[in-house]
């Protein structure tokens, strides 16, 4: 039984310890699948949140003065437990978040390469010895860790959004307190067991579990407290604005990785098949509930009714229910809240003439699975079009010439990730260049890896995760000027 792994913890993680919050007070954790308690959680508070904090305040000099590559092992062993673990971290992921349990496992692996990735870019982190421009200086450049840091993780990527923040944090040499989303804080807490068993020291992570109410509290200290030095965040732009209010006071380093709409363009020349199976996996993974997944389709007149049916019969294939079961391809919604959203998107888009192809009801298998969707039909003027779904809800437009089509899928305020289909070479670039979105995928549905820097535009946030830019984050740039060089030799 999972409960009896010792990855099933429910405390909070202060200095390298489970730790009761001061409150005494607990939270519930749902399976969105069944509606079944799974556990009760320790509820962080703001005394709670200061404790974690001066730990890791306390754990910082000694982290950053461990040699590089004393780091890098110790990431390396945090990594190597995950990937051992990997069946029972996917197993709990499933519980709390509802997704296929083969979407877990590769959730487990993708978060695991961020680990890894970053063990080995702690030893390439490096400084630059300049040209002077006069002969009695020596002008040298380092690179030092920020400082303690904040991070503030969502519920759809509960395991890989935390180690896509901690593991540059600390590769560079920075502590970190994290809080995790509060439908998910046992993924968050399996991952801090362990760092413990990797021998990660005592106050370089710390984690705060918390409901919705005392997350509020928590973020707010952590924005405010002058000792944390950078706050990354992965949520709603709704509420990054509000945390970047909250950090201006002390001048805190940000990164925000904020909502999208993803526009998924399918020119005329387009691989038809590659682009059906495209859209199938870039939609409705997760259920529809990823910041990237592909929400506006643009196909273009001559093949839009072809594949908007290809569409909708791929999608009516897809098996609902539980994650735990092999045979399902999608899990529930989150909540009610996130089910109440679809829904509506849904009915406004049919509402105002759309064409139902398939799905558009709650499914039969539980309160919080809905039938992946294809709506057809559909015009800019649509909710489904003006904002982020977050479910399994395909929303199919025509164009006419290429010009519409840039307008249009540059059109809302975000700008986190867009995919097209094409088989002109000039066409790709042009389209590349002019779309105004921090990842575009080319032909392909998925993008994001360790390797490439993950991040948008425009209102979906700035910073990149991931890849050699991700470490950067999280270090700041010293210049040093050595005068009187003309006296030595």
């Not at 002969?135 to 400082?147: I, S, T």
């Amino acid at each position: 039984m999972l409960e009896k792994s010792e990855l099933f913890q429910k405390k909070l993680f202060i200095n390298n310890q489970f730790v009761p919050t001061a409150s005494q007070k607990t939270f519930t954790v749902i399976n969105p699948a069944t509606g079944e308690v799974l556990t009760e959680v320790e509820n962080a508070n703001v005394t709670d949140t200061e404790h974690a904090i001066l730990a890791a305040h306390q754990a910082l000099a000694n982290w950053k003065g461990t040699p590089a590559k004393q780091r890098s092992q110790y990431l390396r062993e945090w990594f190597n437990l995950i990937k051992n673990y990997q069946t029972e971290l996917a197993q709990l992921l499933t519980l709390e978040q509802g997704k296929p349990l083969q979407e877990a496992v590769e959730e487990i692996s993708y978060g695991a390469s961020f680990v890894e990735w970053f063990s080995e870019q702690a030893k390439r982190i490096e400084g630059s010895l300049l040209s002077s421009p006069q002969k009695d200086k020596e002008l040298l450049v380092f690179q030092e860790p920020v400082g303690v840091c904040a991070a503030i993780t969502p519920w759809n990527f509960p395991m890989a959004m935390i180690t896509r923040k901690a593991a540059p944090a600390l590769a560079a040499g920075c502590t970190i307190v994290i809080k995790p989303a509060e439908q998910t804080p046992l993924s968050a807490l399996a991952l801090a067991k362990l760092a413990q068993m990797a021998g990660i020291p005592a106050g370089v992570i710390n984690i705060l579990p918390a409901d919705q109410t005392q997350s509020i509290a928590v973020g707010k200290i952590l924005c405010e407290s002058p000792l944390i030095k950078k706050l990354s965040f992965t949520g709603s732009t709704q509420v990054g604005r509000e945390l970047l209010k909250q950090c201006a006071p002390t001048i805190k380093r940000c990164s925000m990785e904020l909502g999208g709409h993803a526009p998924f363009i399918v020119f005329a020349d387009a691989d038809l098949d590659a682009a059906v199976s495209a859209a199938v996996t870039s939609k409705y993974r997760n259920a529809g509930q990823t910041c990237i997944c592909s929400n506006r389709f643009y196909i273009h007149q001559s093949i839009a009714d072809e594949f908007a049916q290809r569409l909708a019969e791929k999608a009516s294939q897809l098996k609902v229910g539980n994650g735990l079961d092999p045979n399902n391809d999608l899990g529930p919604l989150i909540d009610q809240a996130a089910l109440n959203k679809v829904k509506h998107h849904v009915q406004d888009a049919i509402n105002q003439g759309a064409q139902l192809l398939t799905g558009g009801q709650i499914d039969n298998a539980g309160a919080l699975f809905f039938q992946p969707t294809v709506v057809h039909q559909v015009k800019d003027s649509m909710l489904i079009c003006q904002e982020e779904t977050f479910g399994p809800v395909a929303a199919i437009l025509s164009f006419n010439n290429e010009a519409e089509v840039i307008t249009k899928a540059n059109h809302p305020e975000y700008g986190l990730a867009a995919y097209f289909f094409s088989q002109n070479i000039a066409q790709i670039f042009r389209v590349a260049k002019a779309l105004e979105y921090g990842m575009i995928g080319v032909n392909t549905g998925l993008i994001s890896n360790e390797i490439a820097p993950f991040g948008g535009l425009k209102q979906s946030g700035f910073g990149r995760e991931g890849s050699r830019w991700g470490i950067e984050e999280y270090l700041e740039t010293k210049y040093l000027c050595l005068g009187g060089m003309q006296n030595y030799s």
